[in-house]
Every structure is written in C-alpha cells, then in structure tokens.
Nanobody, 122 residues
Framework: QVQLVESGGGMVQPGGSLRLSCAASGFTFSSYDMSWVRQAPGKGPEWISTILTGGVLTYYADSVKGRFTISRDNAKNTLYLQMNSLKPEDTALYYC???????????????WGQGTQVTVSS
C-alpha cells in the first residue's frame, strides 16, 4: 500500500535551518509529482512547494520562495525539503503529499503522510 513517512522536524531558533525528508513506498515514486503542504494551528492547509517527476522543475509559494528548496531522489524514493532562514510564521505541521495528476489541486492530492512538526521559536 502507498505510504509516505515524513521525518526531520523539530524545534529551531529563528534564522535556523531544518531538512525534512519523506520516504515513499508502495508506488512508483518517480512517476508522480510530489508536494509539501503545511498546516499551522487554527489555519487551513497551505501549499508550499511541488516538484515534478524528473526533479528539475520546482514551484514554490511566495511565502517560502528563496528560503526553501524542494528536491527528490528517485533512486531512494525520497522527497526532501531544505528550509533555511526559518521564521516563527513557518511553525506548522508539514506534510508530504502525492499529486495524482499534473492538474490536481491540493484538495485532490490522493496520499498524505502523517506530518512532521516544525516549531520556530526563540
């Protein structure tokens, strides 16, 4: 069965960095676009980044552009999110998710991980 397992979250001071990982199994990872989505307390899900199947084309929300970098290793079936210059407003539960079709919106993502908590605080 499809599984997505995030790791790498934690608590960090403002300006710090974290690298999230998402281990995928149960499907042909290299055939799917993958995304990171976060949800802060009391707020709805926020799409933050997508990487297409080949790993070259990437897209970012304005809120993280220039600070976060999405990448993937198709040989290891793993998705990454490098987060630099973290801000308190980046505090959220971070999910990786599979985008079934190139046209799929966040509400149409078909598989999600359990999430990993990122807390940015001094």
């Amino acid at each position: 069965q499809v599984q997505l397992v995030e790791s790498g979250g934690g608590m960090v001071q403002p300006g710090g960095s974290l690298r999230l990982s998402c281990a995928a199994s149960g499907f042909t990872f290299s055939s799917y676009d993958m995304s990171w989505v976060r949800q802060a307390p009391g707020k709805g899900p926020e799409w933050i980044s997508t990487i297409l199947t080949g790993g070259v084309l990437t897209y970012y929300a304005d809120s993280v552009k220039g600070r976060f970098t999405i990448s993937r290793d198709n040989a290891k079936n793993t998705l990454y999110l490098q987060m630099n210059s973290l801000k308190p407003e980046d505090t959220a539960l971070y999910y990786c998710a599979r985008r079934p079709l190139r046209s799929s919106r966040i509400t149409e993502y078909d598989y999600w991980g359990q999430g990993t908590q990122v807390t940015v605080s001094s």
